[in-house]
């Protein structure tokens, strides 16, 4: 498919962050640019899941929130198709001082859920989260894993053209990661394009047919999931 | 909705959907409540704290200074703590927005446009709060003309606005240079004590006169005076050189909403 048919198209992408550096012989700063992608290309077709494989530091965090919006390229163009939600930790903006139940129906409204739509809305989120009364409880007062569910849950019920997920299915206990996994391909099969950044190999292979490989913010390998881990685990041994 | 991201600009090609504008209008409602949550938090009193404050801080710095000079002009300070505190409040939140321009949206970037929106609306809310108290004060207890009111409330809301802008318009150098934000502080403190807040120009002389001139406060604060029949030295004034100052002070605003959106994208790679 080319770039017209393309959920995600990435060309000649480059960013670098801007560090604020103070030292004895520079007592009023500089600011320092470090390059974190670097001249990336790629199409990502609707429908693809595609999974974001690379070492620590690699830059696959910062190319999906560059995929999202979030931050701004140095050099380059994206160009995305439909509404990109990222799932980047486990908190899509809820407040600590609602119940986990309010926090769903005022952000859900916020994120676009019809008024119509929204208890059942609610509903779905509280039965995948599973949180029983905690559900009514104050969002402040959770545990990171039961923080985790509430945001995958909540985010996996939007069902966006674009889903980025960066390392998000390592929260909660084992039952609730199977739980995700099962979510996470009906989304898949129900919807538009995901990418998931992972070091979860078998995840990767589970759930994606793609895989991308990034070393120091370079493209290393773009193919079937199978050859990008075979490369990637020879670049880790 | 295409999306076209480069290093100048995110943009979205066509025009929004009517769905896409009802959910844009949810997420100014979301951050408004969001905002004035964190400014409630758990307080029993929640809002209310904002109606009060001005009031107990005129009624304070009434006592003192009736102590210390024996008598001075309690509907003038009133009307000079409250336009004082709308002042510093937008003038803060302008400069301190940029911290997080996310609008509490984690998962997905929002339109400046929404978060502008959401912004000028709280700016609103808390210029009428921080206003309010101060107004029943005077109408009740000091028998302030009803179009003095009507003008304090224009005039409190013209300077939430115009300083909320400026803020902006200054946010991006705050957040490379956060000493900016203690040196704002002092200039913040100096002109609370010299400036026409706690007394009239009329008050002053010499110098402090003169330097008070320079200051845009003093011909809001002197115009919310005169239309209460107090004190003020508004028609007195040259003309030329305080339409001078608040056009400059109106231009600062426009170029810090207008720009706005280029900061956010800027600031984005910041680490």
Redesign the interface.
């Known amino acids: 498919m080319g770039i017209d048919g393309a959920s995600v198209s990435i060309q000649d992408l480059s960013l670098e962050y801007h560090d604020f550096i103070r030292t004895k012989n520079t007592p009023w700063g500089v600011i320092t640019p470090f390059k974190s992608l670097n001249s990336l290309s790629l199409i990502i077709n609707e429908g693809e899941t595609v999974a974001l494989l690379g070492r620590n530091g690699a830059g696959k965090s910062t190319l999906l929130k560059c995929i999202g919006g979030l931050i701004r390229p140095a050099k380059g163009k994206i160009i995305t198709n439909g509404r990109v939600i990222l799932l980047a930790g486990v908190d899509p903006g809820f407040l600590p001082n609602l119940t986990g139940r309010q926090n769903i129906l005022e952000l859900g409204m916020a994120y676009g859920i019809k008024p119509k739509l929204l208890i059942e809305f609610s509903n779905t989120i509280e039965e995948f989260a599973n949180l029983g009364e905690a559900y009514d409880r104050r969002f402040g007062g959770y545990s990171t894993g039961m923080r985790g569910k509430l945001g995958f849950g909540f985010i996996t019920a939007l069902e966006p053209s674009i889903l980025l997920i960066d390392e998000t299915l390592g929260v909660g206990d084992v039952e609730f990661r199977k739980k995700a996994q099962i979510r996470l391909k009906k989304f898949i099969k129900n919807s538009g394009t995901v990418i998931i950044s992972t070091h979860s190999l078998g995840l990767a292979k589970e759930l994606c047919s793609r895989g991308i490989l990034l070393d120091k913010g370079k493209l290393v390998i773009d193919g079937d999931i199978n050859d990008v881990i075979d490369k990637y685990s020879s670049m880790t041994s | 909705?295409?999306?076209?991201?480069?290093?100048s600009s995110?943009y979205e090609e066509g025009k929004l959907s009517l769905?896409e504008i009802s959910?844009d209008r949810?997420?100014v409602?979301?951050i408004l409540?969001?905002r004035l949550?964190n400014i409630s938090?758990?307080k029993r009193l929640g809002i209310l704290w904002m109606i009060m404050d001005p009031v107990v801080t005129s009624m304070i710095y009434l006592f003192v200074l009736t102590i210390l000079k024996g008598r001075t002009d309690p509907e003038s300070l009133f009307i000079g703590i409250s336009t004082y505190q709308v002042l510093q409040n937008s003038l803060k939140s302008g400069c301190m927005s940029i911290t997080d321009l996310?609008g509490?949206?984690?998962?997905?970037?929002i339109r400046t446009k929404t978060i502008l929106l959401a912004s000028l609306r709280y700016r609103f809310v808390d210029t009428l709060a921080t206003t309010c108290g101060v107004l029943g004060v005077l109408f009740l207890v000091y028998n302030i003309p009803l179009l003095g009111i009507i003008f304090l409330i224009i005039i409190s809301q013209i300077i939430g606005f115009i300083f909320e802008g400026i803020g902006l318009s200054f946010s991006l150098t705050m957040r490379?240079f956060p000493d900016l934000f203690n040196i704002l502080n002092l200039f913040l403190r100096l002109m609370f004590f010299a400036g026409p807040v706690m007394y009239p120009m009329v008050a002053t002389e010499g110098l402090h006169y003169q330097i008070n001139l320079y200051n845009p406060f003093t011909y809001f604060v002197e115009f919310a005076r005169y239309m209460a029949e107090l004190d003020s030295i508004i028609t007195a004034i040259d003309i030329e050189m305080a339409s001078l100052i608040v056009i400059i002070c109106a231009i600062t605003s426009i170029f810090g909403y207008y720009r706005v959106d280029r900061f956010r994208?800027?600031m984005?790679?910041?680490?």
């Open positions: 909705m295409k999306r076209i991201i480069d290093n995110l769905d959910i949810e997420r409602k979301f409540k969001k949550r938090g758990k996310t509490g949206f984690k998962a997905e970037r490379r994208w800027r984005t790679t910041w680490a």
